[in-house]
């Protein structure tokens, strides 16, 4: 089962909800950012990668999913299993993300969840075609808004592009969200059932450290949220 | 009753062929090129126009009008260069939309509200190819391999690249040894142009892309390995053509200097 998470706006947490979906559904986390990757685990990768550069010797890690598009890997082998969720990782490299054919995505995708038993593609920002790829690929979609104008106005794009995709909507993660948020007003707008992810500094710090925040803090507000959302999820289609 | 008109232009090489389809009554056709070669479909934003697959055309000719389809070809002219090979009923819903797309694909007629394809190749027709423009990539230096300083990224491939001081350090004095720049160090990558260097990164990675490319499971790998194949042909042209060049232009009075 392929689980899309998008969002139209930048910066609403879809990597982060994404990450802890992907934890709570045991699937694998996809990276699917062709551009700019930014899930757990890069920095650690970041890092491997600089001093392959440095040395000018081929990276020492493993293969990504630039390499995966490019037809230098096998989807399941650049899956990563070391960490304490499955994570299919991007390159970082813009000549690696030049180097890619970003239609093979929906294959790749296809051929991990057949593999693991469940993909959760962290879609880019943006209503590019790697957004309209990751939402062809998934059954359902998760939609990561915040309570502002902005993220609201592209949530709706975001909301409509999926619909046009056959991604259906699953559930909507209000992001950074108080106790006052509009969920009414969002559900209804973007028609689906509204999760509120309060702002915490415990997933905050989880994300950080690469961690689900379901392994940290898992009696937080927020685990208990990504839970629900997860547990929505899992109702909507069969995870 | 289906008629296919065609004119077919042959100019530096590319045999460029059009058709126009009439029928009698809205109908759907399947057109087939019959020229022996490969089909250079229209694309949009790199990818086959809607309708296209391998060498054939689908599409819809509307009740009141003419299908007009073009695609480009390396083969010879001949007679005819293509056919009407299946007729039906015209599609209502999805497939309506490739009866209509092609001339979206010319660049017309796109007040329609969008509509996305459920193809990746019609994600990315309708969306755009997310792939970083070629330009953004910053040229990597091959010559400093195993000579860096330790500071950090060097080959260009991270963002310290477009950082480096370039102009105060093209104006240190060279080494005068009388090596080819292509054995100093990296500093002296300064004396080549980035676009040189662009160029023959691209060819040194497409050539390696065609030497490992995959013999394909599906369709498309395969494809994409035959462009490949066509792409470093056209590759190796060039740098012979520009090897012979670099020893004219060596072989100059002053090119000894140079040296």
Redesign the interface.
Known sequence: MILAVVGGKGGVGKSTVAYNLASELDAVAVDAD??MADLPGRALDDRSE?SA?????PASRGPDLHDVL???AAPVEAVRESGPVDILPCGR???????????????AVETVAREYGGCVVDC?AG???????GL?AADVCVLVTEPTPAALGDAVRARA?AR???AGLAAIALNRAGPEAPTDLVAERLGGPVTVVPESPELAEAQAAGRPVAATAPDSESARALRRLADRVATAVAF | MVSLEWDVERTDGVTLVTLSVASERECRVRIANRLDGPVWPPRR?G?PAAGWDGDEFTGTVPADGRLTVGYATSAQPAEPPAEVVATGPPDTGDGDRSGRSPRLADGGEAADAP??E????G??R???????P?D???V?D?R?????D??????G??PLESDRPHGTRADEPGPGDGRPPVDRRGDDALLVPGAVRAWLRDVE?RLD?AA???EGN?G??SE?SADLADAAAADRRALSWVARRLDDVTRRPNGDEIR
Do not use: H, M
């Open positions: 062709l551009a600089g550069r440095s040395t000018g010797r490019a037809g230098r490299s813009l000549a690696g993300a030049r180097a890619c054919d970003p239609t093979a995505l929906v294959d880019p209503l590019c075609g790697d957004v309209g790829l062809l592009l046009e995709l056959d | 934003r990818q509509t996305v459920g193809t990746p190749a994600v990315v309708s969306l755009g190819d997310p792939v970083v070629r953004c990539v910053p990597p091959e400093t391999e195993g000579e860096t330790g500071t950090g990224p060097t080959d491939t991270g990675r892309a490992a490319a995959p599906a498309e790998p994409r």
